[in-house]
């Protein structure tokens, strides 16, 4: 199994996170708080002190190492500008599982307010599609989203995946999560 530590576009530089992206971060989580909170963790959205910060970047970039889950960070080519994150994450039926249990990938992702609009994201998720379905044991690839955030849902529109299912999440306020999906063969290697 290989996922590229790092992935380039024609935009974007996607790696790992370090603990020293902490300092640029913190300001784009305070600024995207509105933006980010309703749709994405709160341990991921969350403005923090800088220390905090590293640590959890300093994590992120350990479970990259570690194959437990790849959080890449999304940075302008040309400026090396934070924009956000994209991630995959091994999976099976029941959720998040370690990559040894998984049949199925899921890819997340986030963006500064700042930036939407330009295509930035659906660039960086196809660049991670690609490298997942170099992975033999994932039959699948999904992306999950809030069905009430129309801009995340048409990121897999756009790129072919097709809604399989909306699951009432409860909540208040109640969250209808769509699940997109993507099947690369018909059962895991």
Do not use: K
């Not at 980010?36 to 403005?47: C, E, G, H, K, M």
């Not at 889950?69 to 994450?89: I, K, T």
Request: net charge negative.
């Amino acid at each position: 199994m290989t996922i590229p530590a790092e992935i380039r576009t024609e935009r974007l530089i996607l790696r790992p996170w370090r603990a020293e992206d902490a300092a640029e971060m913190r300001p784009i989580l305070e600024a995207n708080w509105a933006h980010l909170s309703p749709w994405i963790p709160a341990r991921v959205a969350t403005p923090a002190p800088i220390g905090e910060l590293a640590d959890r970047l300093a994590d992120f970039g350990a479970q990259f190492a570690a194959n437990r889950e790849w959080r890449y960070g999304m940075f302008a080519l040309d400026d090396q500008r934070m924009l956000g994150e994209v991630s995959l994450f091994p999976r099976a039926a029941q959720g998040r599982v370690p990559f040894d249990e998984s049949d199925r990938a899921e890819i997340g992702y986030w963006l500064r307010e700042d930036d939407t609009g330009r295509g930035l994201v659906t660039e960086a998720v196809r660049a991670v599609f690609d490298a997942a379905c170099a992975i033999e044991r994932f039959s699948l690839i999904e992306i999950r989203c809030d069905a009430r955030n129309t801009a995340s849902a048409a990121v897999p529109r756009r790129l072919g995946f097709v809604l399989d299912a909306t699951i009432d999440e409860g909540g208040e306020p109640p969250v209808q999560l769509q699940v997109w999906v993507t099947r690369l063969r018909s059962s895991a290697g």
